[in-house]
């Protein structure tokens, strides 16, 4: 149970571990092998191209992170109309069908039932809203019909 335990341990840390053994054979090429040493200039080389790679990665985690901070507006489109806006919008992080279709029951006029849109249940709203969460586009437009429109206060 014990050995069980410290491995886990171990696969929790293991970039730390990593880390901390790259350290420490860098440690031993400078004082047990010398500077000048072949192994000395591959390590500052080594060095150098993760330092360039790590912050690589960062920029581009920081693109991600702040792309998933972009609002997405909510529009109607009714047949061949201009889209029309629900003043409604949500964070891509936040981005789900239960998200949409709570802030729609926000603007619905009758409070005790539930809209219907025949939108919610076609597989094409799915990849609409999958588009959106993958950052293909920054809005998200509801085909739907006047006399589903009327279910809606957009005042």
Same mark, same amino acid.
């Given at each position: 149970?014990r050995?069980?335990?410290s491995?886990?341990? #171990?696969?929790?840390?293991?970039?730390?571990?990593?880390f901390g053994?790259?350290?420490?054979?860098?440690?031993?090429?400078r004082?047990?092998i010398?500077?000048?040493?072949? #192994?000395?200039? #591959? !390590?500052?080389?080594?060095?150098?191209?993760?330092?360039?790679a790590?912050?690589? #990665?960062?920029f581009l985690?920081?693109m991600e !992170?702040?792309?998933?901070?972009?609002?997405?507006?909510i !529009?109607?489109k009714?047949?061949?109309?201009?889209?029309i806006?629900?003043k409604?919008?949500?964070?891509?992080?936040?981005?789900?069908r239960s998200?949409?279709?709570?802030?729609?029951?926000m603007?619905?006029?009758?409070?005790?039932g539930r809209f219907?849109?025949? !939108?919610s249940?076609?597989?094409?709203?799915?990849?609409?809203?999958?588009?959106?969460?993958?950052?293909d586009?920054?809005?998200f437009?509801?085909?739907i019909?006047?006399e589903e429109?009327m279910q809606f206060?957009?005042?």
């Amino acid at each position: 149970m014990r050995g069980l335990e410290s491995m886990k341990i #171990l696969m929790q840390n293991r970039i730390l571990i990593v880390f901390g053994l790259i350290v420490v054979f860098g440690i031993f090429i400078r004082y047990f092998i010398g500077e000048n040493s072949f #192994l000395w200039a #591959l !390590y500052g080389v080594l060095d150098t191209a993760s330092a360039v790679a790590l912050a690589s #990665l960062a920029f581009l985690g920081y693109m991600e !992170y702040s792309k998933s901070e972009n609002k997405i507006k909510i !529009y109607f489109k009714v047949d061949d109309q201009e889209p029309i806006d629900t003043k409604l919008s949500i964070l891509r992080k936040n981005f789900s069908r239960s998200e949409v279709f709570g802030l729609l029951g926000m603007i619905q006029k009758d409070a005790k039932g539930r809209f219907d849109i025949s !939108y919610s249940r076609d597989k094409t709203m799915l990849d609409a809203l999958h588009a959106v969460q993958r950052g293909d586009t920054d809005s998200f437009v509801i085909p739907i019909s006047n006399e589903e429109l009327m279910q809606f206060d957009m005042h």
